[in-house]
């Protein structure tokens, strides 16, 4: 597998946010958004095998499979077997533009799927049948810039059956605070979350 980075910090979106989590971030990606703060996973990296992976993560409980689009790695369902095999809960992150009815149904393995908005300019690139696949334990999330965006957002969750936990996330200009007036107001089923890594540790790499 092509990896850009591996690390422990804390885990600062979705559900486990706070949970201190191993992070194996993998090179290349199919979208290009216009807001992405992981640019520097697009190329370049190394490569380790599934085993050498398992050898890095032994000690670890919560991993999570980030990227890029991990997807992408021809190997990925083996190490995602492999991590839940050794007992790891395992969170995979992928941005909603992939098939993911191979990834393995498993309790302790969370998919993390972004429904991207208008701001990212890549909205046209999701597979809305994805969201029938994902369970009760997964989290569908949407990153808000902008009231485009959460009008986007919340179209898409009228529209929508959704059994899984829904995560409203800022970036950019608009501030958690409207979107969580917004949910409130609105009587939103969603989470509304910070991300707590830059809040913490700023807009930086490794964290």
Wanted: glycine share 8%.
């Amino acid at each position: 597998m092509k990896i850009c980075e591996m690390f422990r910090s804390i885990q600062g979106e979705g559900r486990t946010i706070g949970k201190v989590t191993y992070f194996v971030r993998t090179v290349g990606c199919n979208l290009m958004c216009e807001w992405c703060d992981t640019k520097f996973s697009y190329d370049g990296g190394y490569d380790l095998s599934v085993d050498e992976i398992m050898d890095a993560v032994r000690d670890e409980r919560n991993i999570c499979v980030t990227g890029g689009e991990p997807l992408l790695q021809k190997d990925i369902y083996e190490l995602l077997d492999a991590l839940v095999a050794a007992g790891k809960h395992v969170v995979l992150e992928t941005n909603g533009s992939l098939d993911i009815s191979k990834v393995p149904a498993r309790a302790d393995l969370v998919i993390s799927m972004d429904m991207k908005c208008p701001s990212s300019g890549m909205s046209n690139r999701m597979i809305e049948d994805n969201v029938r696949l994902l369970k009760r334990s997964d989290q569908l999330k949407f990153i808000i810039v902008d009231r485009e965006d959460l009008e986007h957002a919340v179209s898409f969750i009228d529209s929508h059956d959704l059994v899984c936990d829904i995560i409203l996330s800022p970036a950019g200009g608009i501030d958690v605070i409207i979107l969580a007036e917004e949910a409130v107001r609105r009587g939103l089923d969603v989470r509304v979350l910070p991300q707590l890594h830059k809040i913490i540790w700023g807009d930086r790499r490794s964290v």
